[in-house]
Every structure is written in C-alpha cells, then in structure tokens.
C-alpha cells in the first residue's frame, strides 16, 4: 500500500517523464523519446553494429592479408587462413542479427483481460482491434516500419496486405482463418509512434486460456521476450490457468521481467469503501506469485511490478492529447491517479526492458566480439612471429651470403694474380726448356740424317722424292726426340699446376658447385702433349745439293782445305784494329804521316787481316787454275829440277792413284753421304733460325692449356658468384616481403587489441550497470 502511495504522489506531482503540464490546468503526455529510458538499447544497438561493422571490416582485411602471405615462405597455413576466413560468416550473421534485434515485449493473460487494448494505449493510437466483438485469435506483433504505409504480412508469406484503418485490420483479420499459434506481423510507420521508433515490438497473443499447447507458444514466441507482461483483469483475481502459462515460461527462461497489469482497476470506483482492501489483496497474491511461486524478484521488486490501471482510460485520455476523433465518455472517479500508475507502469517498463534487452541482446554478442578479435589475433600473432622469425633467419642468411661473396671475390682475385705469375713462370720454364733441348739436337741432327735409310739414285725425281721423305723423317724424329725428352716433364708440371688450380678454386666453391671444379682435374684419356711444329718442308725447301766429283786432294781442294783451317789462326793472329779519330784536324797531320814513313815499309804494311789473307789466297788460286796445261807443265819441269824424275814419278803414281780410287769409289753410296753431310749443314742452319720461334710456340701451347683451363674454373665462380648474387636479391626481397608481412600482421594485431578495448569500453557503458 505505501508504494501505491509513494507513486500515486509522485505522477500527482507532475514531475513525471511523460508528463508536461498545458495552460488550462490538464496533464498531457510528452510522447518525445529524447530522454527515455529506451534510448539505452538505441544507442547501445547503434554502438555495437558500429563495432561489428569494424570488426567485419578487421576480419575481411585479415583474411585477405592470410590469403597474400599463405604461399609465400608458409608464414601462414591453409588451415589457419580458412580458420579466420570462417569468421567473415560468422560476423556477417551476427551483423544480421544485430540489425533485426530489438526490444520484445509479450503480452500475455486470458481472453478479453484487455492486452489489445493496454497495447494501444502504449502505443498512444488505437493500431489493434479492441473492444467488443473484437477477440485476438493468433499472435499479432506490431513492429515499425520505414515506410509511411501501414501493412500485415502472414506467417510464411511475404505478401503485404494493406492495412489503412482499425477497421480494416480487425475484418482482415476476422476473414484470414488463423491458428492460435500463428504468427501476425503488424507493420506501423514509426514515425506515428515513439515506442515503435525506439526498436520495441510488442507482441500480443490469444488468451492463454484457449489452447492447452502452451509449450508451442512458449518455444516459438515466449524465448527471445526481453519482458512479460500479465494482463489480468481487476474484477476477479489471478487464475491458475495464467499462473500455470508463466511457471511453464519461467521453466525454459531464467529470471523473465514479468509484470502484472491489473486492468479494469476503474470498476473499483464505483465501491470506493472496499478500493483499500481489494488493492491489497490483488497485490499480496501477484507479490506473492512473482516472489514465492515463480521467484523471479524478491517481494520488494515484486511491489514495483504490479500496476492498477484502466487501459481504456489511458486509451482515450491520449487520444484525446493527439486530437484524435473518440467518442467522450465520462470517465470514473480517480481517472488520473490510474493513468499516472499508467504512465509510471510505462517508464518503469522502458526501464526494465531497455536494460533487459541491452544485456540479453547485446551481452552475448560482445564476448562473441571478443573471441572473434581475439581468435583472429592469435592468428596474427602466429603471422607475426613467424615473419619475424623468417626475417631473422633471413637476415643472417643475407649476412652469411655477403660475406662468402666478399670472401670468394678477395679470393679469387688473389688466386688469379698468383696463378698468372705461376703460368708466365711455368712459360719461361718451358720455353727455355724447348730451346735447349731442341738446340742440343740440333747439333745430333748427323745422326739422325744417318738413321734414314732409303734407296739413293743420282736422277732428279728420284732426288725430289728422297729429300721429301728426310724432311719427314727429320720432322718426325726431331718431334718425337723432343717428346721423349720434354712431354714428361712439361706433362708433370701441367698436371700439378691444373691441380693447384682445381684445389684452390675448389676450396672457394660453394658445395653444389664443387663437382663440377673436380671433373676439372679428372684426368685426361690421352695426357696433354706440347706439338712441335718444325715443318722441315718448307723450312728446307731451298736446299740444292752438290753431287759433281771433286778429288780430295785437288789443288782447288787443297788451297780451301788450308784456307779454312788457317782463318780463324789468322783472325785471332790479327785482331781488327781500331782507328783513332785525333781530336783536332790541324799541324799535326803532316807529322803523323812522316813518322809512318819513317817506319820503313814493313812497319807500313803492318799485320794483315783474315778478309785480306781470304782475297790474296783466291786470287792466287785463280792464277794458278788460269794457265791451265802452262801452269802444269811449269810447274812439273820445276819439279823435275828440284827433286828429280824418280821422285816426280813415284809422287805422280800415288797422286794418280789416289785419284783413281776416288773416282772408283764414288758411287751413290758416296754420293749419299755427302749429300747428308750438306743436309745436315743446311738443316742445322735453318732449325736454329727457328729455335726461338719453336720454343715461343711450345710454351704459347702451355699458356693457352693452363689459361683456358684457369678461365674455366674462373667461370665456374663466375657462375657461382652469380648464383649468389641471384640468391641475395632474392633474399633481399624475401626480407622486403617479410618486413612488410611483420608489419602489417602487427596493425591488425594492434587493431584487434583496439576493438576488444572498444568491446570493453561497450560493456562499461551499457551491460555493467
């Protein structure tokens, strides 16, 4: 009774939310939502799809970063990518859902208790068919529209069946046959209603006394009510059928916001002496029902929730505020104070179901934000460590990759000025080599020349042929004189510096590469050989032998046998005087020649030179053959003189027979022999013109066997060096890739931490109260 009166005091006073006092002395109703409770679960719900439409936003931009870096480097899995790319659905359906959610209000009590018209006096316009001839036969939720057009639709149809009046709705509903349990949606332009454009659906149903299959209802509409409200009817008391209905609800929900509505409270004013009594009564049984029965408040919160009211009076009294045409009953005594506990009804309703719905709509949503932000960033986290980790390790790799294409490029440098020198060192070797050897046989070119043996005929073709065949073999043997001396050794040598080569560029190769530097110094089916090139063909193409018969002991024979052994006594009896050039050309040139003459004629003539001894022996020589038979016979009678005609005759005899032996024996044997002799001269003459040219090209040999075998090996680091270089890039790159990967899987990383905090500071504002 006391919070009766508490509240009855409190709507008198007119400080109500709804209540604005007008000139002429009556109340009105402020129908503006800009304070109402109701605005909690407004802005509540707008906050929150503003949140999912971040969160949506955060998901789609995570999956499409997983699905960038899934096939490079495996930073992310399939399986990871496919576990957030399963969010996208689940934040869109919750999206979904949050666009449909709203506040859900049930009403609920016997047949004609009056729940239509409670609905439209909340609604402050007569939108359902009341009153008589008028009984609700299925479940009708009235809902807002955007449209200005008011509208009904079916369960399972889509059709919009217009609905312009009251009347209409009321014969359309009375024509369409319905179950009980099904389903109407009334559609009203929000802008007719306050409670309408703050998301509120009010749902109302058939009396809970005409169907035993409660359970269905329950299931179908009861489940997702933010409150309940009881329409019971003032007249009589609470039945146990409505009682049985909300024990049944409070079985498949926990603690529902139930409130009694004692409707037709205006009856009590025609016996004003039993109003106190039969308040108290109704009230004890609802407290008792809401605190002990169905314990879903305690007897304090019970008092709050039960309400007197006259829902018809409350009906026209706001029509009457809106101008709207109704017929003017006389309304009962204490009108007002039942429509105060009307509109107090209402306040503590929005309250209770602005509060309700925030928790129950919103609540769950919240800490599905939460998974979902977290869930995704543990995924990122898992991205982001294993970017860095990557990076890391390619980091070092890059370091490790530079220095051994540092250390490589040092090395190689170093090697290739060492084995330059070592080649120009190996090319002296062989080029003096080659020129000692082949000088040295040279001068054994006789015994060579003698080791042929082929048929000699005196006959030019025959000669042609047989100078052919000793070029040859003097090529030949010369070439495999040489070999025999040389190819051992220069093949030693050749073979240890391949070998240094091969180590020592082995040893700078990465391993891949190192196969192929060993197959470099596999050796050789045939050993490399140096080719020594003499052509003696065209070397000795300009020999013309001497094959006429010339006896040995000829005067001709004798005077060039003496000549030759006497030159050189005579060159070094004579050594070549050297002419001093006097300082001045003057006086003294006269006394100069004086003193010559003085010297007599011998001391004029002085030493003679071998050019001189050489022209005085030819032409003596050319003096004696000149006279020809003369000079014989001269010199035969001077003979004869001298030492006597015995001595002539046996001189004669031995000089006659030594000239006939000559001449006997001069056969092609003979002539073979001096033919090889002046070979051996001519030969010996031209190979030491090209000794210099022969050990050039022998040792040019060497030079290009060990540079091309050096370029080789050089060009397999080349090639190394350029897989290095490749391999850096790449790594580089790779390093570019994962320092960008790192860097944004740590913004969606921070932005999940922003969005849980932004969950966080939600559930502050509106679920922790």
């Known amino acids: 009774m006391a919070a009766y009166l508490n509240r009855t005091i409190s709507m008198m006073a007119g400080d109500g939310p709804h209540n604005v006092a007008m000139n002429n002395g009556t109340v009105r109703v402020n129908i503006s939502n800009v304070d109402s409770p109701l605005q909690i679960f407004v802005r509540a719900k707008k906050k929150i799809n503003d949140i999912f439409v971040e969160i949506d936003d955060y998901v789609k931009d995570a999956v499409s970063f997983m699905h960038a870096v899934t096939g490079e480097n495996g930073i992310a899995s399939a399986q990871d990518v496919a576990n957030v790319e399963a969010y996208v659905s ?93 389903l109407v949606h009334v559609y009203w332009p929000r802008e007719l209603c306050a409670l309408l454009r703050d998301d509120v659906v009010l749902v109302d149903s058939p009396g809970v006394d005409v169907t035993p299959n409660l359970d269905e ?355 070094l009896k004579n050594p070549p005087t050297v002419t001093q050039i006097p300082p001045t050309m003057g006086p003294a040139a006269p006394s100069m020649e004086v003193s010559r003459l003085s010297n007599g004629p011998a001391a004029a003539m002085g030493p003679l030179s071998a050019e001189e001894w050489s022209m005085i022996s030819k032409f003596a020589l050319g003096a004696l053959t000149s006279q020809g038979t003369m000079g014989g016979l001269l010199l035969s009678g001077l003979l004869l003189k001298t030492v006597g005609w015995r001595v002539v005759a046996v001189t004669g005899l031995v000089y006659g027979a030594l000239y006939a032996y000559e001449r006997l024996t001069w056969t092609a044997k003979a002539q073979e022999r001096v033919f090889k002799r002046q070979y051996v001269a001519h030969a010996g003459r031209k190979l030491r013109l090209i000794v210099d040219l022969t050990s050039a090209n022998c040792s040019h040999q060497v030079q290009q066997e060990l540079s091309t075998m050096f370029a080789r090996l050089c060009r397999l680091v080349d090639e190394a060096t350029t897989e290095m270089d490749t391999e850096l890039s790449e790594v580089r790159e790779a390093i570019k890739m994962l320092d960008e990967a790192s860097t944004s899987a740590k913004k969606l990383r921070n932005k999940a931490n922003y969005l849980s905090h932004e969950l966080e500071l939600f559930d502050d504002a509106f679920l922790k109260h």
């Not at 939108?127 to 479940?139: D, K, V």
């Not at 294409?405 to 003096?432: N, P």
Request: proline residues 2%; neutral net charge.
């Open 90 to 182: 689940k934040v869109q359906a919750i999206r979904e859902v949050l666009k449909r959610d709203h506040m859900k209000v049930a009403f609920f009590g016997r047949t004609s208790n009056g729940k239509s018209t409670v609905i439209n006096a909340m609604l402050h316009d007569k939108i359902l068919p009341s009153g008589i001839g008028h009984t609700t036969n299925c479940f009708l939720q009235v809902e807002g529209s955007d449209t200005d057009e008011s509208f009904m639709r079916t369960e399972g149809s889509e059709e919009k069946l217009s609905v312009q009046s009251v009347s209409q709705l009321g014969h359309a509903l009375c024509a369409t046959r319905l179950q009980e349990c099904s």
């Open 217 to 571: 209802w329950i299931d179908k509409y009861c489940l997702d009510a933010d409150v309940f409200v009881l329409v019971a009817n003032a007249e009589s008391t609470l039945m146990v059928t409505e009682k049985n209905f909300f024990h049944k609800v409070s079985t498949k929900i926990s603690q529902p916001n139930i409130f009694i509505l004692n409707n037709r409270w205006d009856a009590s004013a025609s016996e004003p002496e039993y109003l106190d009594q039969v308040r108290s009564q109704h009230a004890n049984r609802c407290v008792d029902f809401l605190s002990r029965e169905l314990r879903v408040c305690s007897p304090k919160e019970a008092e709050e929730r039960i309400f007197f009211i006259s829902a018809k009076e409350a009906l026209l009294t706001r029509m009457r505020e809106r101008e709207k045409p109704v017929s003017s009953p006389i309304l009962a005594e204490g009108h007002q104070v039942r429509y105060f506990e009307f509109v107090d009804f209402e306040r503590k309703f929005e309250e209770c179901i602005s509060q309700s719905a925030v928790r129950t709509k919103f609540a769950q949503h919240s800490r599905r934000g939460k998974n979902i932000a977290g869930d995704v960033m543990a995924a990122l986290e898992q991205v982001y460590s294993t970017s860095c980790d990557q990076k890391s390790a390619k980091v070092e790799k890059q370091r490790i990759l530079q220095e051994q294409l540092t250390a490589v490029e040092e090395q190689l440098t170093a090697i290739t000025r060492q084995m330059k020198d070592k080649i120009g060192r190996m090319v002296e070797s062989v080029e003096h080599k080659v020129s000692l050897t082949l000088s040295q046989e040279i001068r054994r070119l006789s015994a060579l020349v003698d080791e042929y043996e082929a048929p000699f005929r005196g006959e030019r073709a025959a000669l042609e042929q047989y100078k052919r065949a000793l070029h040859r073999h003097v090529e030949a043997g010369l070439g495999s004189r040489l070999k025999k001396r040389l190819s051992s050794d220069i093949g030693h040598e050749m073979d240890e510096a391949q070998k240094e080569m091969a180590e020592r560029m082995y040893n700078i190769l990465p391993p891949h590469k190192r196969a192929a530097a060993a197959s470099c110094i596999v050796p050789h089916q045939q050993p490399f050989e140096v080719l020594y090139r003499l052509n003696c063909d065209n070397l000795c193409a300009d020999f013309q032998e001497d094959l006429s018969f010339r006896f040995s002991y000829g005067i001709t024979a004798l005077i060039q046998r003496f000549q030759g052994r006497n030159t050189n006594k005579i060159a």
